[in-house]
């Protein structure tokens, strides 16, 4: 079972021919209203991947808070933990050029609502995972955490957006995912000196003392932890929207470690999976299930 704490949020997107540089107006696409999120988007992943999942969070009851839910729903995430607050939904301001690269507002809205507490007592138990990310309050997050790895459930975490936490915040933690520039940034923090990207995860594997996975866009993934080095590779596909690949990444990952995986093998599929997910439009419409990730590992 897979419990995620994290955001919801609606996607408004317009896509251009290239993104506009500071200073300058260029003309968008029709707006599209899309569910997204860096929660929800996780929570749809790892359950089209084929895990049960709980999602917790905060949606608002303005007019586009029934979008946040429009694909959670149907594919059957418990959404019995989502709390409607009064106010806005959260909203993330999306353009996406030509070759399927973005750039990401996100207004929280009532995703700085959500608190740890609402994760009932007893709903994490030994052999649970679960999936943090960054877009709700650092200290609920943190909190979570805690509670999490208490009841003995594996705590991930998907640092995105980054922020460099310290080793003692990262405690609770056992498997850390960033994307390369994350993975880098977060060396240079540590303090950690500057190599390609195995020596990047292992410096940071060693001195936080979890596992770390950066994600490295159509070159896969690659970790460092207890289980060595791993590397694997995505699927050669020509993109169309990157929006939310990271997210399925982890979604993914976690829906194959959750059903007992080991780390190469959920790594695998999780970036077939990645890979997938940019062939198509939009976050969470998106994100392939679990046949088709299957298939294209044949
Ligand atoms: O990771 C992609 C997501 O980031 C989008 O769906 C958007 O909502 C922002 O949270």
Redesign the pocket.
Known sequence: MITVFG?L?V?LVSRVVAIPKPGETVHGSDLQLIP???GA?QALAARRAGAKVKMIGVIGDDSVAGVALQELEPAGVDLSAVRRRHGTTGV?I?TVDQKGENT?V?SPGANAEARASQIAAGALNKGDTLLLQM?VPLAETLAAAKAGKAAGATVVLSL?PFSPLSAEQLAPVSTLIVNEHEAADFAGALGLKAGDAEATVKGLADKLGLTVIATLGPEGAIAAGKAGVVRVSAIPVKPVDT??A??TFAGVLSAWLDQGADLATAMKFAAIAGSLACTREG?QPSFPRRAEIEAAAR
């Open positions: 955001s949020n996607d997204g999120g860096k988007n993330a999306i990401i996100v877009e995105a929006t939310g990271g997210d976050a």
